[in-house]
């Protein structure tokens, strides 16, 4: 291997690297007995972060506009437990919250399909500790929605 070769693995990431080494890894999902694309299909990256941010913008908004009257150094914190009610309320009753019904994503629970409160309530936890969704499988998983026993997937 040349030096191009170990520059062009290392930043294509590790998944590529280990399909050019021959390892078929299959599509995200496909161990979960989802489809590869369409309905039902784990959601990217880009819509899943796009929904965050609608999400956590309307937490701001009303935290702001609501409950601190405009005073800004309280207003993220009390963002942060709006978002956290939200995330409880809306995902565990009806398995979305505005900003992912905006890009057309739901939260399921695995086996079931139905997330309950309880998972709703862990899911939501590990959400605002901010590090869980960063670590994700091989499946596009964060750590938050493994725990949980839970997927995010296309409408």
């Not at 405009?70 to 009610?85: D, H, I, K, Q, R």
């Not at 565990?92 to 399909?113: D, E, N, Q, S, Y």
């Amino acid at each position: 291997m040349d030096n191009r070769q170990a520059i062009g693995s290392w930043l294509s990431g590790p998944r590529a690297a280990m399909e050019e080494a021959g390892a078929d890894l299959g599509y995200r999902g496909e161990q979960l007995g989802l489809p590869e694309q369409g309905p039902g299909s784990i959601a990217r990256p880009g819509r899943r972060l796009g929904a965050l941010a609608v999400d956590w913008g309307l937490c701001v908004l009303i935290a702001y506009g609501l409950i601190t009257h405009g005073y800004e150094p309280a207003t993220s914190n009390w963002a942060l437990l709006v978002f956290f009610a939200l995330g409880i309320l809306t995902v565990g009753t009806i398995g979305f919250t505005p900003g992912k019904r905006l890009f057309g994503l739901r939260v399921v629970a695995l086996g079931t399909g139905r997330v309950s409160p309880l998972r709703a309530v862990l899911r939501t936890l590990l959400l605002c500790l901010a590090i869980p969704p960063l670590v994700w499988d091989r499946d596009g998983r964060g750590l938050h929605d493994r725990m949980a026993g839970t997927v995010e997937v296309r409408t």
